[in-house]
């Protein structure tokens, strides 16, 4: 197998630094240049005027002419009350600049010389054979039979048992009847014996016999580490270049710009104004000649 690996030197990475590329781009934006200003402005509407009676006002103790009699004399008012609408308006402004942002794309080439050995690796497979002889020998078994014959001789017993009964004859009618109880006698004597035979299994007759057997032979194999044979030739370089990018050159410039001024109006509390006002006297707790200018 020839492959080609790199020397032990390692390479050699030349940077020639970092160079611009292409135009460059350009961004303006407007931004804020400080945090804002808000001032209100109260403006008045349109006025609403209701007109009510008021309470008596500066009530005095007064004589009634000729009677003598004194009677509680006031002030009669009226209340004007005036509710004008109002509107708060608020007016922002915020300082604002222009920001231009100038962006130089850049670039890096890197050079990669690497130098490289040829080498030729020869791999020669090895494995380790393991044979194993295991001897065997032949074992014949024989098994005779037997019987045996089995001779039963059983003794037997004659029993003879003699019943004796007298007779005479009758008279009248001269018939024979039987007199007295019969009168039994038994008698043994030995008789023949029972003679039986019987064929039984015996205890076998076992013989063997041994004889050297085919022996048994095995084989196992393993890999063994194999052979390893390196060779090298003649060393060569190669060249990569690589561009790769590098960080941009980034400007930024500020300029003042109009502020933008914003309007907001809401809905402000209503101013209300109250006057009272004398229009007239009246009396109070007035008598029958008065009660039409009762307070």
């Known amino acids: 197998m020839l492959t080609a690996r790199p020397s032990r030197a390692g390479p050699l990475v030349l940077g020639l630094g970092a160079t611009l590329l292409g135009d460059a781009s350009v961004v303006s934006e407007d931004v804020p240049s400080g945090p804002p200003v ?14 009510a009676a008021g309470p ?3 009530c005095r103790r007064v004589d009634q002419g000729k009677s003598g009699k004194t009677v509680e004399k006031c002030d009669k008012t009226e209340i004007d009350t ?3 609408q109002t509107t708060i308006v608020t007016t922002t402004t915020t300082p604002m600049e222009t920001v231009t942002t100038t962006t130089q794309p850049r670039e890096t080439v890197i050079t990669t010389v690497t130098p490289f050995t040829p080498t030729t690796t020869t791999t020669q497979q090895r494995e380790t054979v393991v044979t194993t002889t295991q001897q065997t020998e032949d074992v014949t078994t024989t098994t005779q039979t037997t019987e045996r ?16 009964t007298v007779f005479s004859f009758s008279r009248p009618g001269n018939a024979l009847v039987p007199v007295g109880t019969p009168t039994v006698t038994t008698a043994t004597r030995p008789g023949p014996a029972i003679v039986t035979q019987e064929q039984i299994p015996g205890e076998p007759i076992v013989t063997t ?5 085919q022996p048994i032979v095995t084989e196992e194999r393993t890999p063994a580490d194999p052979v390893v044979t390196v060779s090298e030739g003649e060393a060569f370089t190669e060249t990569t270049t690589d561009t790769v990018p590098a960080e941009p050159v980034v400007t930024v410039e500020r300029s003042p710009t109009d502020s933008t001024v914003t309007v907001t109006e809401a809905p402000g509390p ?16 007035p008598g029958k000649g008065d009660r039409d200018n009762a307070c």
């Not at 808000?38 to 007109?51: I, Q």
């Not at 014959?149 to 004796?164: D, G, L, R």
Request: glycine share 6%; with cysteine.
């Open 82 to 84: 005036t509710v004008t």
């Open 209 to 213: 016999s041994r004889a050297a057997g």
């Open 38 to 51: 808000a001032e209100d402005e109260t403006v008045r509407g349109e006025s609403v005027t209701t007109t």
């Open 56 to 58: 008596p006002a500066n």
């Open 270 to 285: 209503p101013e209300v104004e109250t006057r009272t006002r004398t229009t007239g006297s009246c009396v109070r707790n």
């Open 149 to 164: 014959t089995v001779t039963t001789s059983q003794p037997t017993t004659i029993t003879s048992t003699t019943t004796t």
